[in-house]
């Protein structure tokens, strides 16, 4: 979805997607998306044998991020459950990273992104890797694995529940995304009058004795603010550089 709304833009598109062990760990991968992750080959490097890791479910991405379609970087940043960031040693230049419909998102490295996310544990991996694991060589992502709690007991039974219902999303581990184009820089700015009109008419259009639906806004409208927030994080980064 994101890929598709970018298409217009120079630069690499990177893929965010989300994995969880059968221990109740979560991961979020962000990769280059020409980069083929092979489950089965991350299960051994992270130690959780064969088939102990896999896609996410709806539920889980809904729990951590707002969204069971997409997970935007200002949703990392606020997510308050615990989960491991693994970031693809291919992405080495500038990409692009944020929300679905590429309306929010955010042209950055992936040392800037790591900053962003300084609060969650993070590893650089080359995901191509097939590295020898045996008594004498342990697997080489173990110990990030172990040191990241699982989620709440709440999130993983609501996870058990979907788990008989197949995801929309089953490819991460298997395809390799569309080529990009080289990166160049793009700016990053948002219309900041656009999102404050588009919040004004939210806000309006709700009915002052409907709770549910004020609670929607609500979390509609912390979900685009915080966007607004990570762009000029963002920003503030791009301008330190020059």
């Not at 160049?184 to 009109?197: G, Y």
Request: aromatic content about 4%; hydrophobic content about 35%.
């Amino acid at each position: 979805m994101q890929k598709e709304a970018l298409q217009h833009q120079d630069g690499v598109v990177a893929s965010t997607f989300l994995l969880k062990d059968k221990k109740g760990r979560a991961y979020v991968c962000i990769c280059h998306p020409d980069t083929n992750i092979s489950c089965k080959f991350l299960s051994s490097r992270l130690g959780v044998g064969k088939g102990g890791i896999k896609d996410a479910p709806e539920s889980v991405k809904d729990a951590l991020f707002g969204s069971s379609s997409h997970i935007a970087l200002a949703s990392m940043i606020s997510c308050q459950h615990p989960f491991g960031v693994l970031i693809d040693h291919s992405l080495s230049v500038e990409f692009w990273i944020g929300a679905a419909h590429g309306k929010g998102s955010i042209y950055l490295d992936a040392v800037h992104v790591s900053q962003l996310l300084s609060d969650k544990p993070i590893q650089t991996v080359d995901f191509t890797c097939d590295p020898k694991i045996d008594r004498d060589n342990p697997p080489d992502l173990k110990e990030f694995a172990d040191s990241l709690e699982p989620l709440p007991k709440e999130v993983l039974e609501d996870a058990k529940n979907q788990a008989s219902a197949p995801t929309k999303d089953t490819a991460s581990c298997s395809k390799k995304g569309k080529k990009s184009k080289p990166a160049t820089r793009k700016s990053t700015e948002m219309d900041v009058n656009t999102l404050a009109s588009s919040l004004i008419q939210l806000i309006s259009e709700t009915r002052p004795e409907d709770d549910e639906a004020k609670r929607r806004v609500r979390a509609d409208i912390i979900m685009q603010l915080n966007v607004l927030r990570n762009s000029a994080y963002a920003e503030g980064f791009r301008a330190s550089k020059i």
